[in-house]
């Protein structure tokens, strides 16, 4: 389960802000997760909760906003919405369909104490 080392990541990223710009506590946490960046939802949100404790996030929310995948298909020469890796182009049923969009994770906004 590798959200449990991105979970750990987050962590490690809040505190490094709560370092450099002072605060103390976490309250919430809004995480953007794409389509295509093989983050399970709700295996991150019971990480996040588990790596949390002790924490300046301790406690803290997880709000997730998902964003859709974006590709490119080599063989039509199309740029297509794409939320599943491995999956045929919808256009042409190609399958070289390289990501362009959504396989990223990131903090995206924080309230803090």
């Known amino acids: ?14 505190e490094e802000y709560a370092s450099n710009e002072g605060f ?10 794409g389509a295509l960046s093989n983050v399970e939802v709700d295996s991150m949100r019971f990480c996040f909760e588990a790596v949390c404790r002790g924490t300046i996030a301790d406690g803290a929310a997880l ?8 590709g ?6 199309q740029s297509v919405e794409h939320n599943a890796r491995y999956e045929p182009c919808p256009l042409c049923s190609g399958y070289k369909v390289q ?3 959504g396989t990223e994770m990131r903090v995206k906004e924080l309230e803090v104490e």
């Open 72 to 77: 490119y298909c080599l063989d039509c020469f």
């Open 24 to 33: 103390v506590r976490v309250k919430t946490v809004w995480l953007e997760i």
């Open 63 to 70: 709000e997730v906003i998902q964003t859709p995948g974006r």
């Open 99 to 101: 990501a362009t969009e």
């Open 1 to 14: 389960m590798h959200e449990m080392s991105l979970a750990e990541g987050v962590v490690q990223i809040l």
